[in-house]
């Protein structure tokens, strides 16, 4: 029997191994391959949580003037019968309250947003008339991993409360939800600008106006709406009524009746004043070491904890977008435009998921390296030089070229495919041997 090598007979792996082997090309393939690693470390987008599609759909169906029990009979039941029989779903949850019901449908792990929407409007027309007459349609919300705020700025004032805060930082938020990375900006805390009409009933009874009166010339006399075209023989021009109110004397001129020959104007019989909202939530920034947090007790006040008013944008991104990148350029835009509102007035950072998922990335990136050279001395030491060679060089090639398609096929780098490479080094390390 020969021990000559060349008499095996060689598979698949056995030829294209030896191809590489004897090919010159080889140590430039492998060179370029690192390179195309590198540079898709650099480009590929991080974020802290993998692409992972679990649609899950909300169903608020408004039912006026049914109790809770009749919307869960007569609403909730119905619309969960017809959504759990629909194709990939996993779970429907529910709830009924007074003049309301809330529908949860959950998709099973991997299946498309867009169809799952689908099936779900679908089958809600074809329950309609199951449906009582009183139920409004129904609106429909889809979430997904991208719907998790990934950075959130609050802006905090010992001097200035809430109100004063919005106004001065809602330009902020208008001007950064232009970023074409962005899907949406909100604004947390703060009281809008509101014109509030309040109602003398004795003024308003001896002019003969009711507050529908009113509230319904306020409704028709504040629409802008097209009222055709005109035109000359050169030129088109469009028409439009335009009936918006701009501020507070508008609304105090505002006829909304004739009672004895006279016209009855909004402020005749109403007090109209421009200022904050009503009142129906707070919010305040406390520091976290802040001693005072853990004594808190049933009487304790804002006051006594040293809270500060605060207003927060929170800011939630596209699919596919890098985090780290776009983080770090709305906090700069931030840090330009905080130098232009009032010195009292500071900028916090409450969360920062680019910051965390750049530097989870690196730690990640740092361990598969210390990884790689672990398993090259340790087969050094136990099987020579020239195996510790192939696979100190096998395993960076391998690992490049993976995430090289990792950038051509979109994906995005996470704690998830990063740990499933550290894993897949052992792997890596039998096949070289």
Known sequence: MSNNHNDFKKGIAGKIAEAFANSKLTPVIAVVSILLGIGSVILTPKEEEPQISVPMVDILTPVPGYEAEEVERRVTEVIERAVWGLDGVEYVYSGSRPHGSLVTVRFKVGEPMEPSLVKVHHKLLTIKNELPAEAMPSQVKSFSIDDVPFLTLTFHSKKRNDHELRLLV???????????ELSRVDMLGGRKKVVRVIVDPAKAASRGVSISDIHYNLKMNHFSAPAGKNWNESE?????????????????????????GAVVRVGDVATVTEGPEERTKVSYLLKKDDSKIHQVSGNTSAKDLEAEPAVSIVFTKRKGANVVILASDLIERAQVFSKTIPDDITMTVTRDYGKTSGEKSMELIEHLVIATVSVAILIAIAMGWRSSLIVSIAIPVTLALTLAIYYFMGYTLNRVTLFALIFSIGILVDDAI
């Not at 809602?170 to 074409?180: D, G, K, N, Q």
């Not at 088109?236 to 004895?260: C, M, P, T, Y």
Request: net charge neutral; glycine share 12%; aromatic share 2%.
């Open 236 to 260: 088109v021009f469009d028409v439009e009524i335009h009936g918006r109110l701009s501020n507070v004397n508008e609304v105090k001129g505002l006829a909304v009746g004739q009672r004895g």
């Open 170 to 180: 809602s330009p902020l938020a208008r001007e950064l939800s232009s970023t074409p």
